[in-house]
């Protein structure tokens, strides 16, 4: 593990400190969790973390992306 320091101003660490304790862990690893989140899946497009995320019930849907993204063609 590679160490590192971060400054947070006052209210950042106040509020990730909270955050931290309410899930019964240390300000480190709230941080280290809060860097996973925002980084991309290891070897995959920042789009993937939406992969799955929306469900339209429509077992055809991945035949019909663009109209379900961009909506009905007109």
Do not use: C
């Given at each position: ?14 509020v990730a400190k909270t ?18 989140e925002a980084l991309p ?25 663009d109209e379900i993204v ?5």
């Open positions: 593990m590679i160490r590192t320091q971060v400054s947070l101003d006052e209210h950042e660490y106040a955050e931290a304790q309410s899930l019964g862990i240390s300000v480190a690893e709230f941080v280290r969790r809060a860097i996973r899946p290891r070897g995959e497009g920042r789009w993937m973390k939406f992969a799955g995320f929306v469900e339209t019930g429509n077992s055809r849907s991945s035949q019909t992306i961009y909506g009905q063609k007109d």
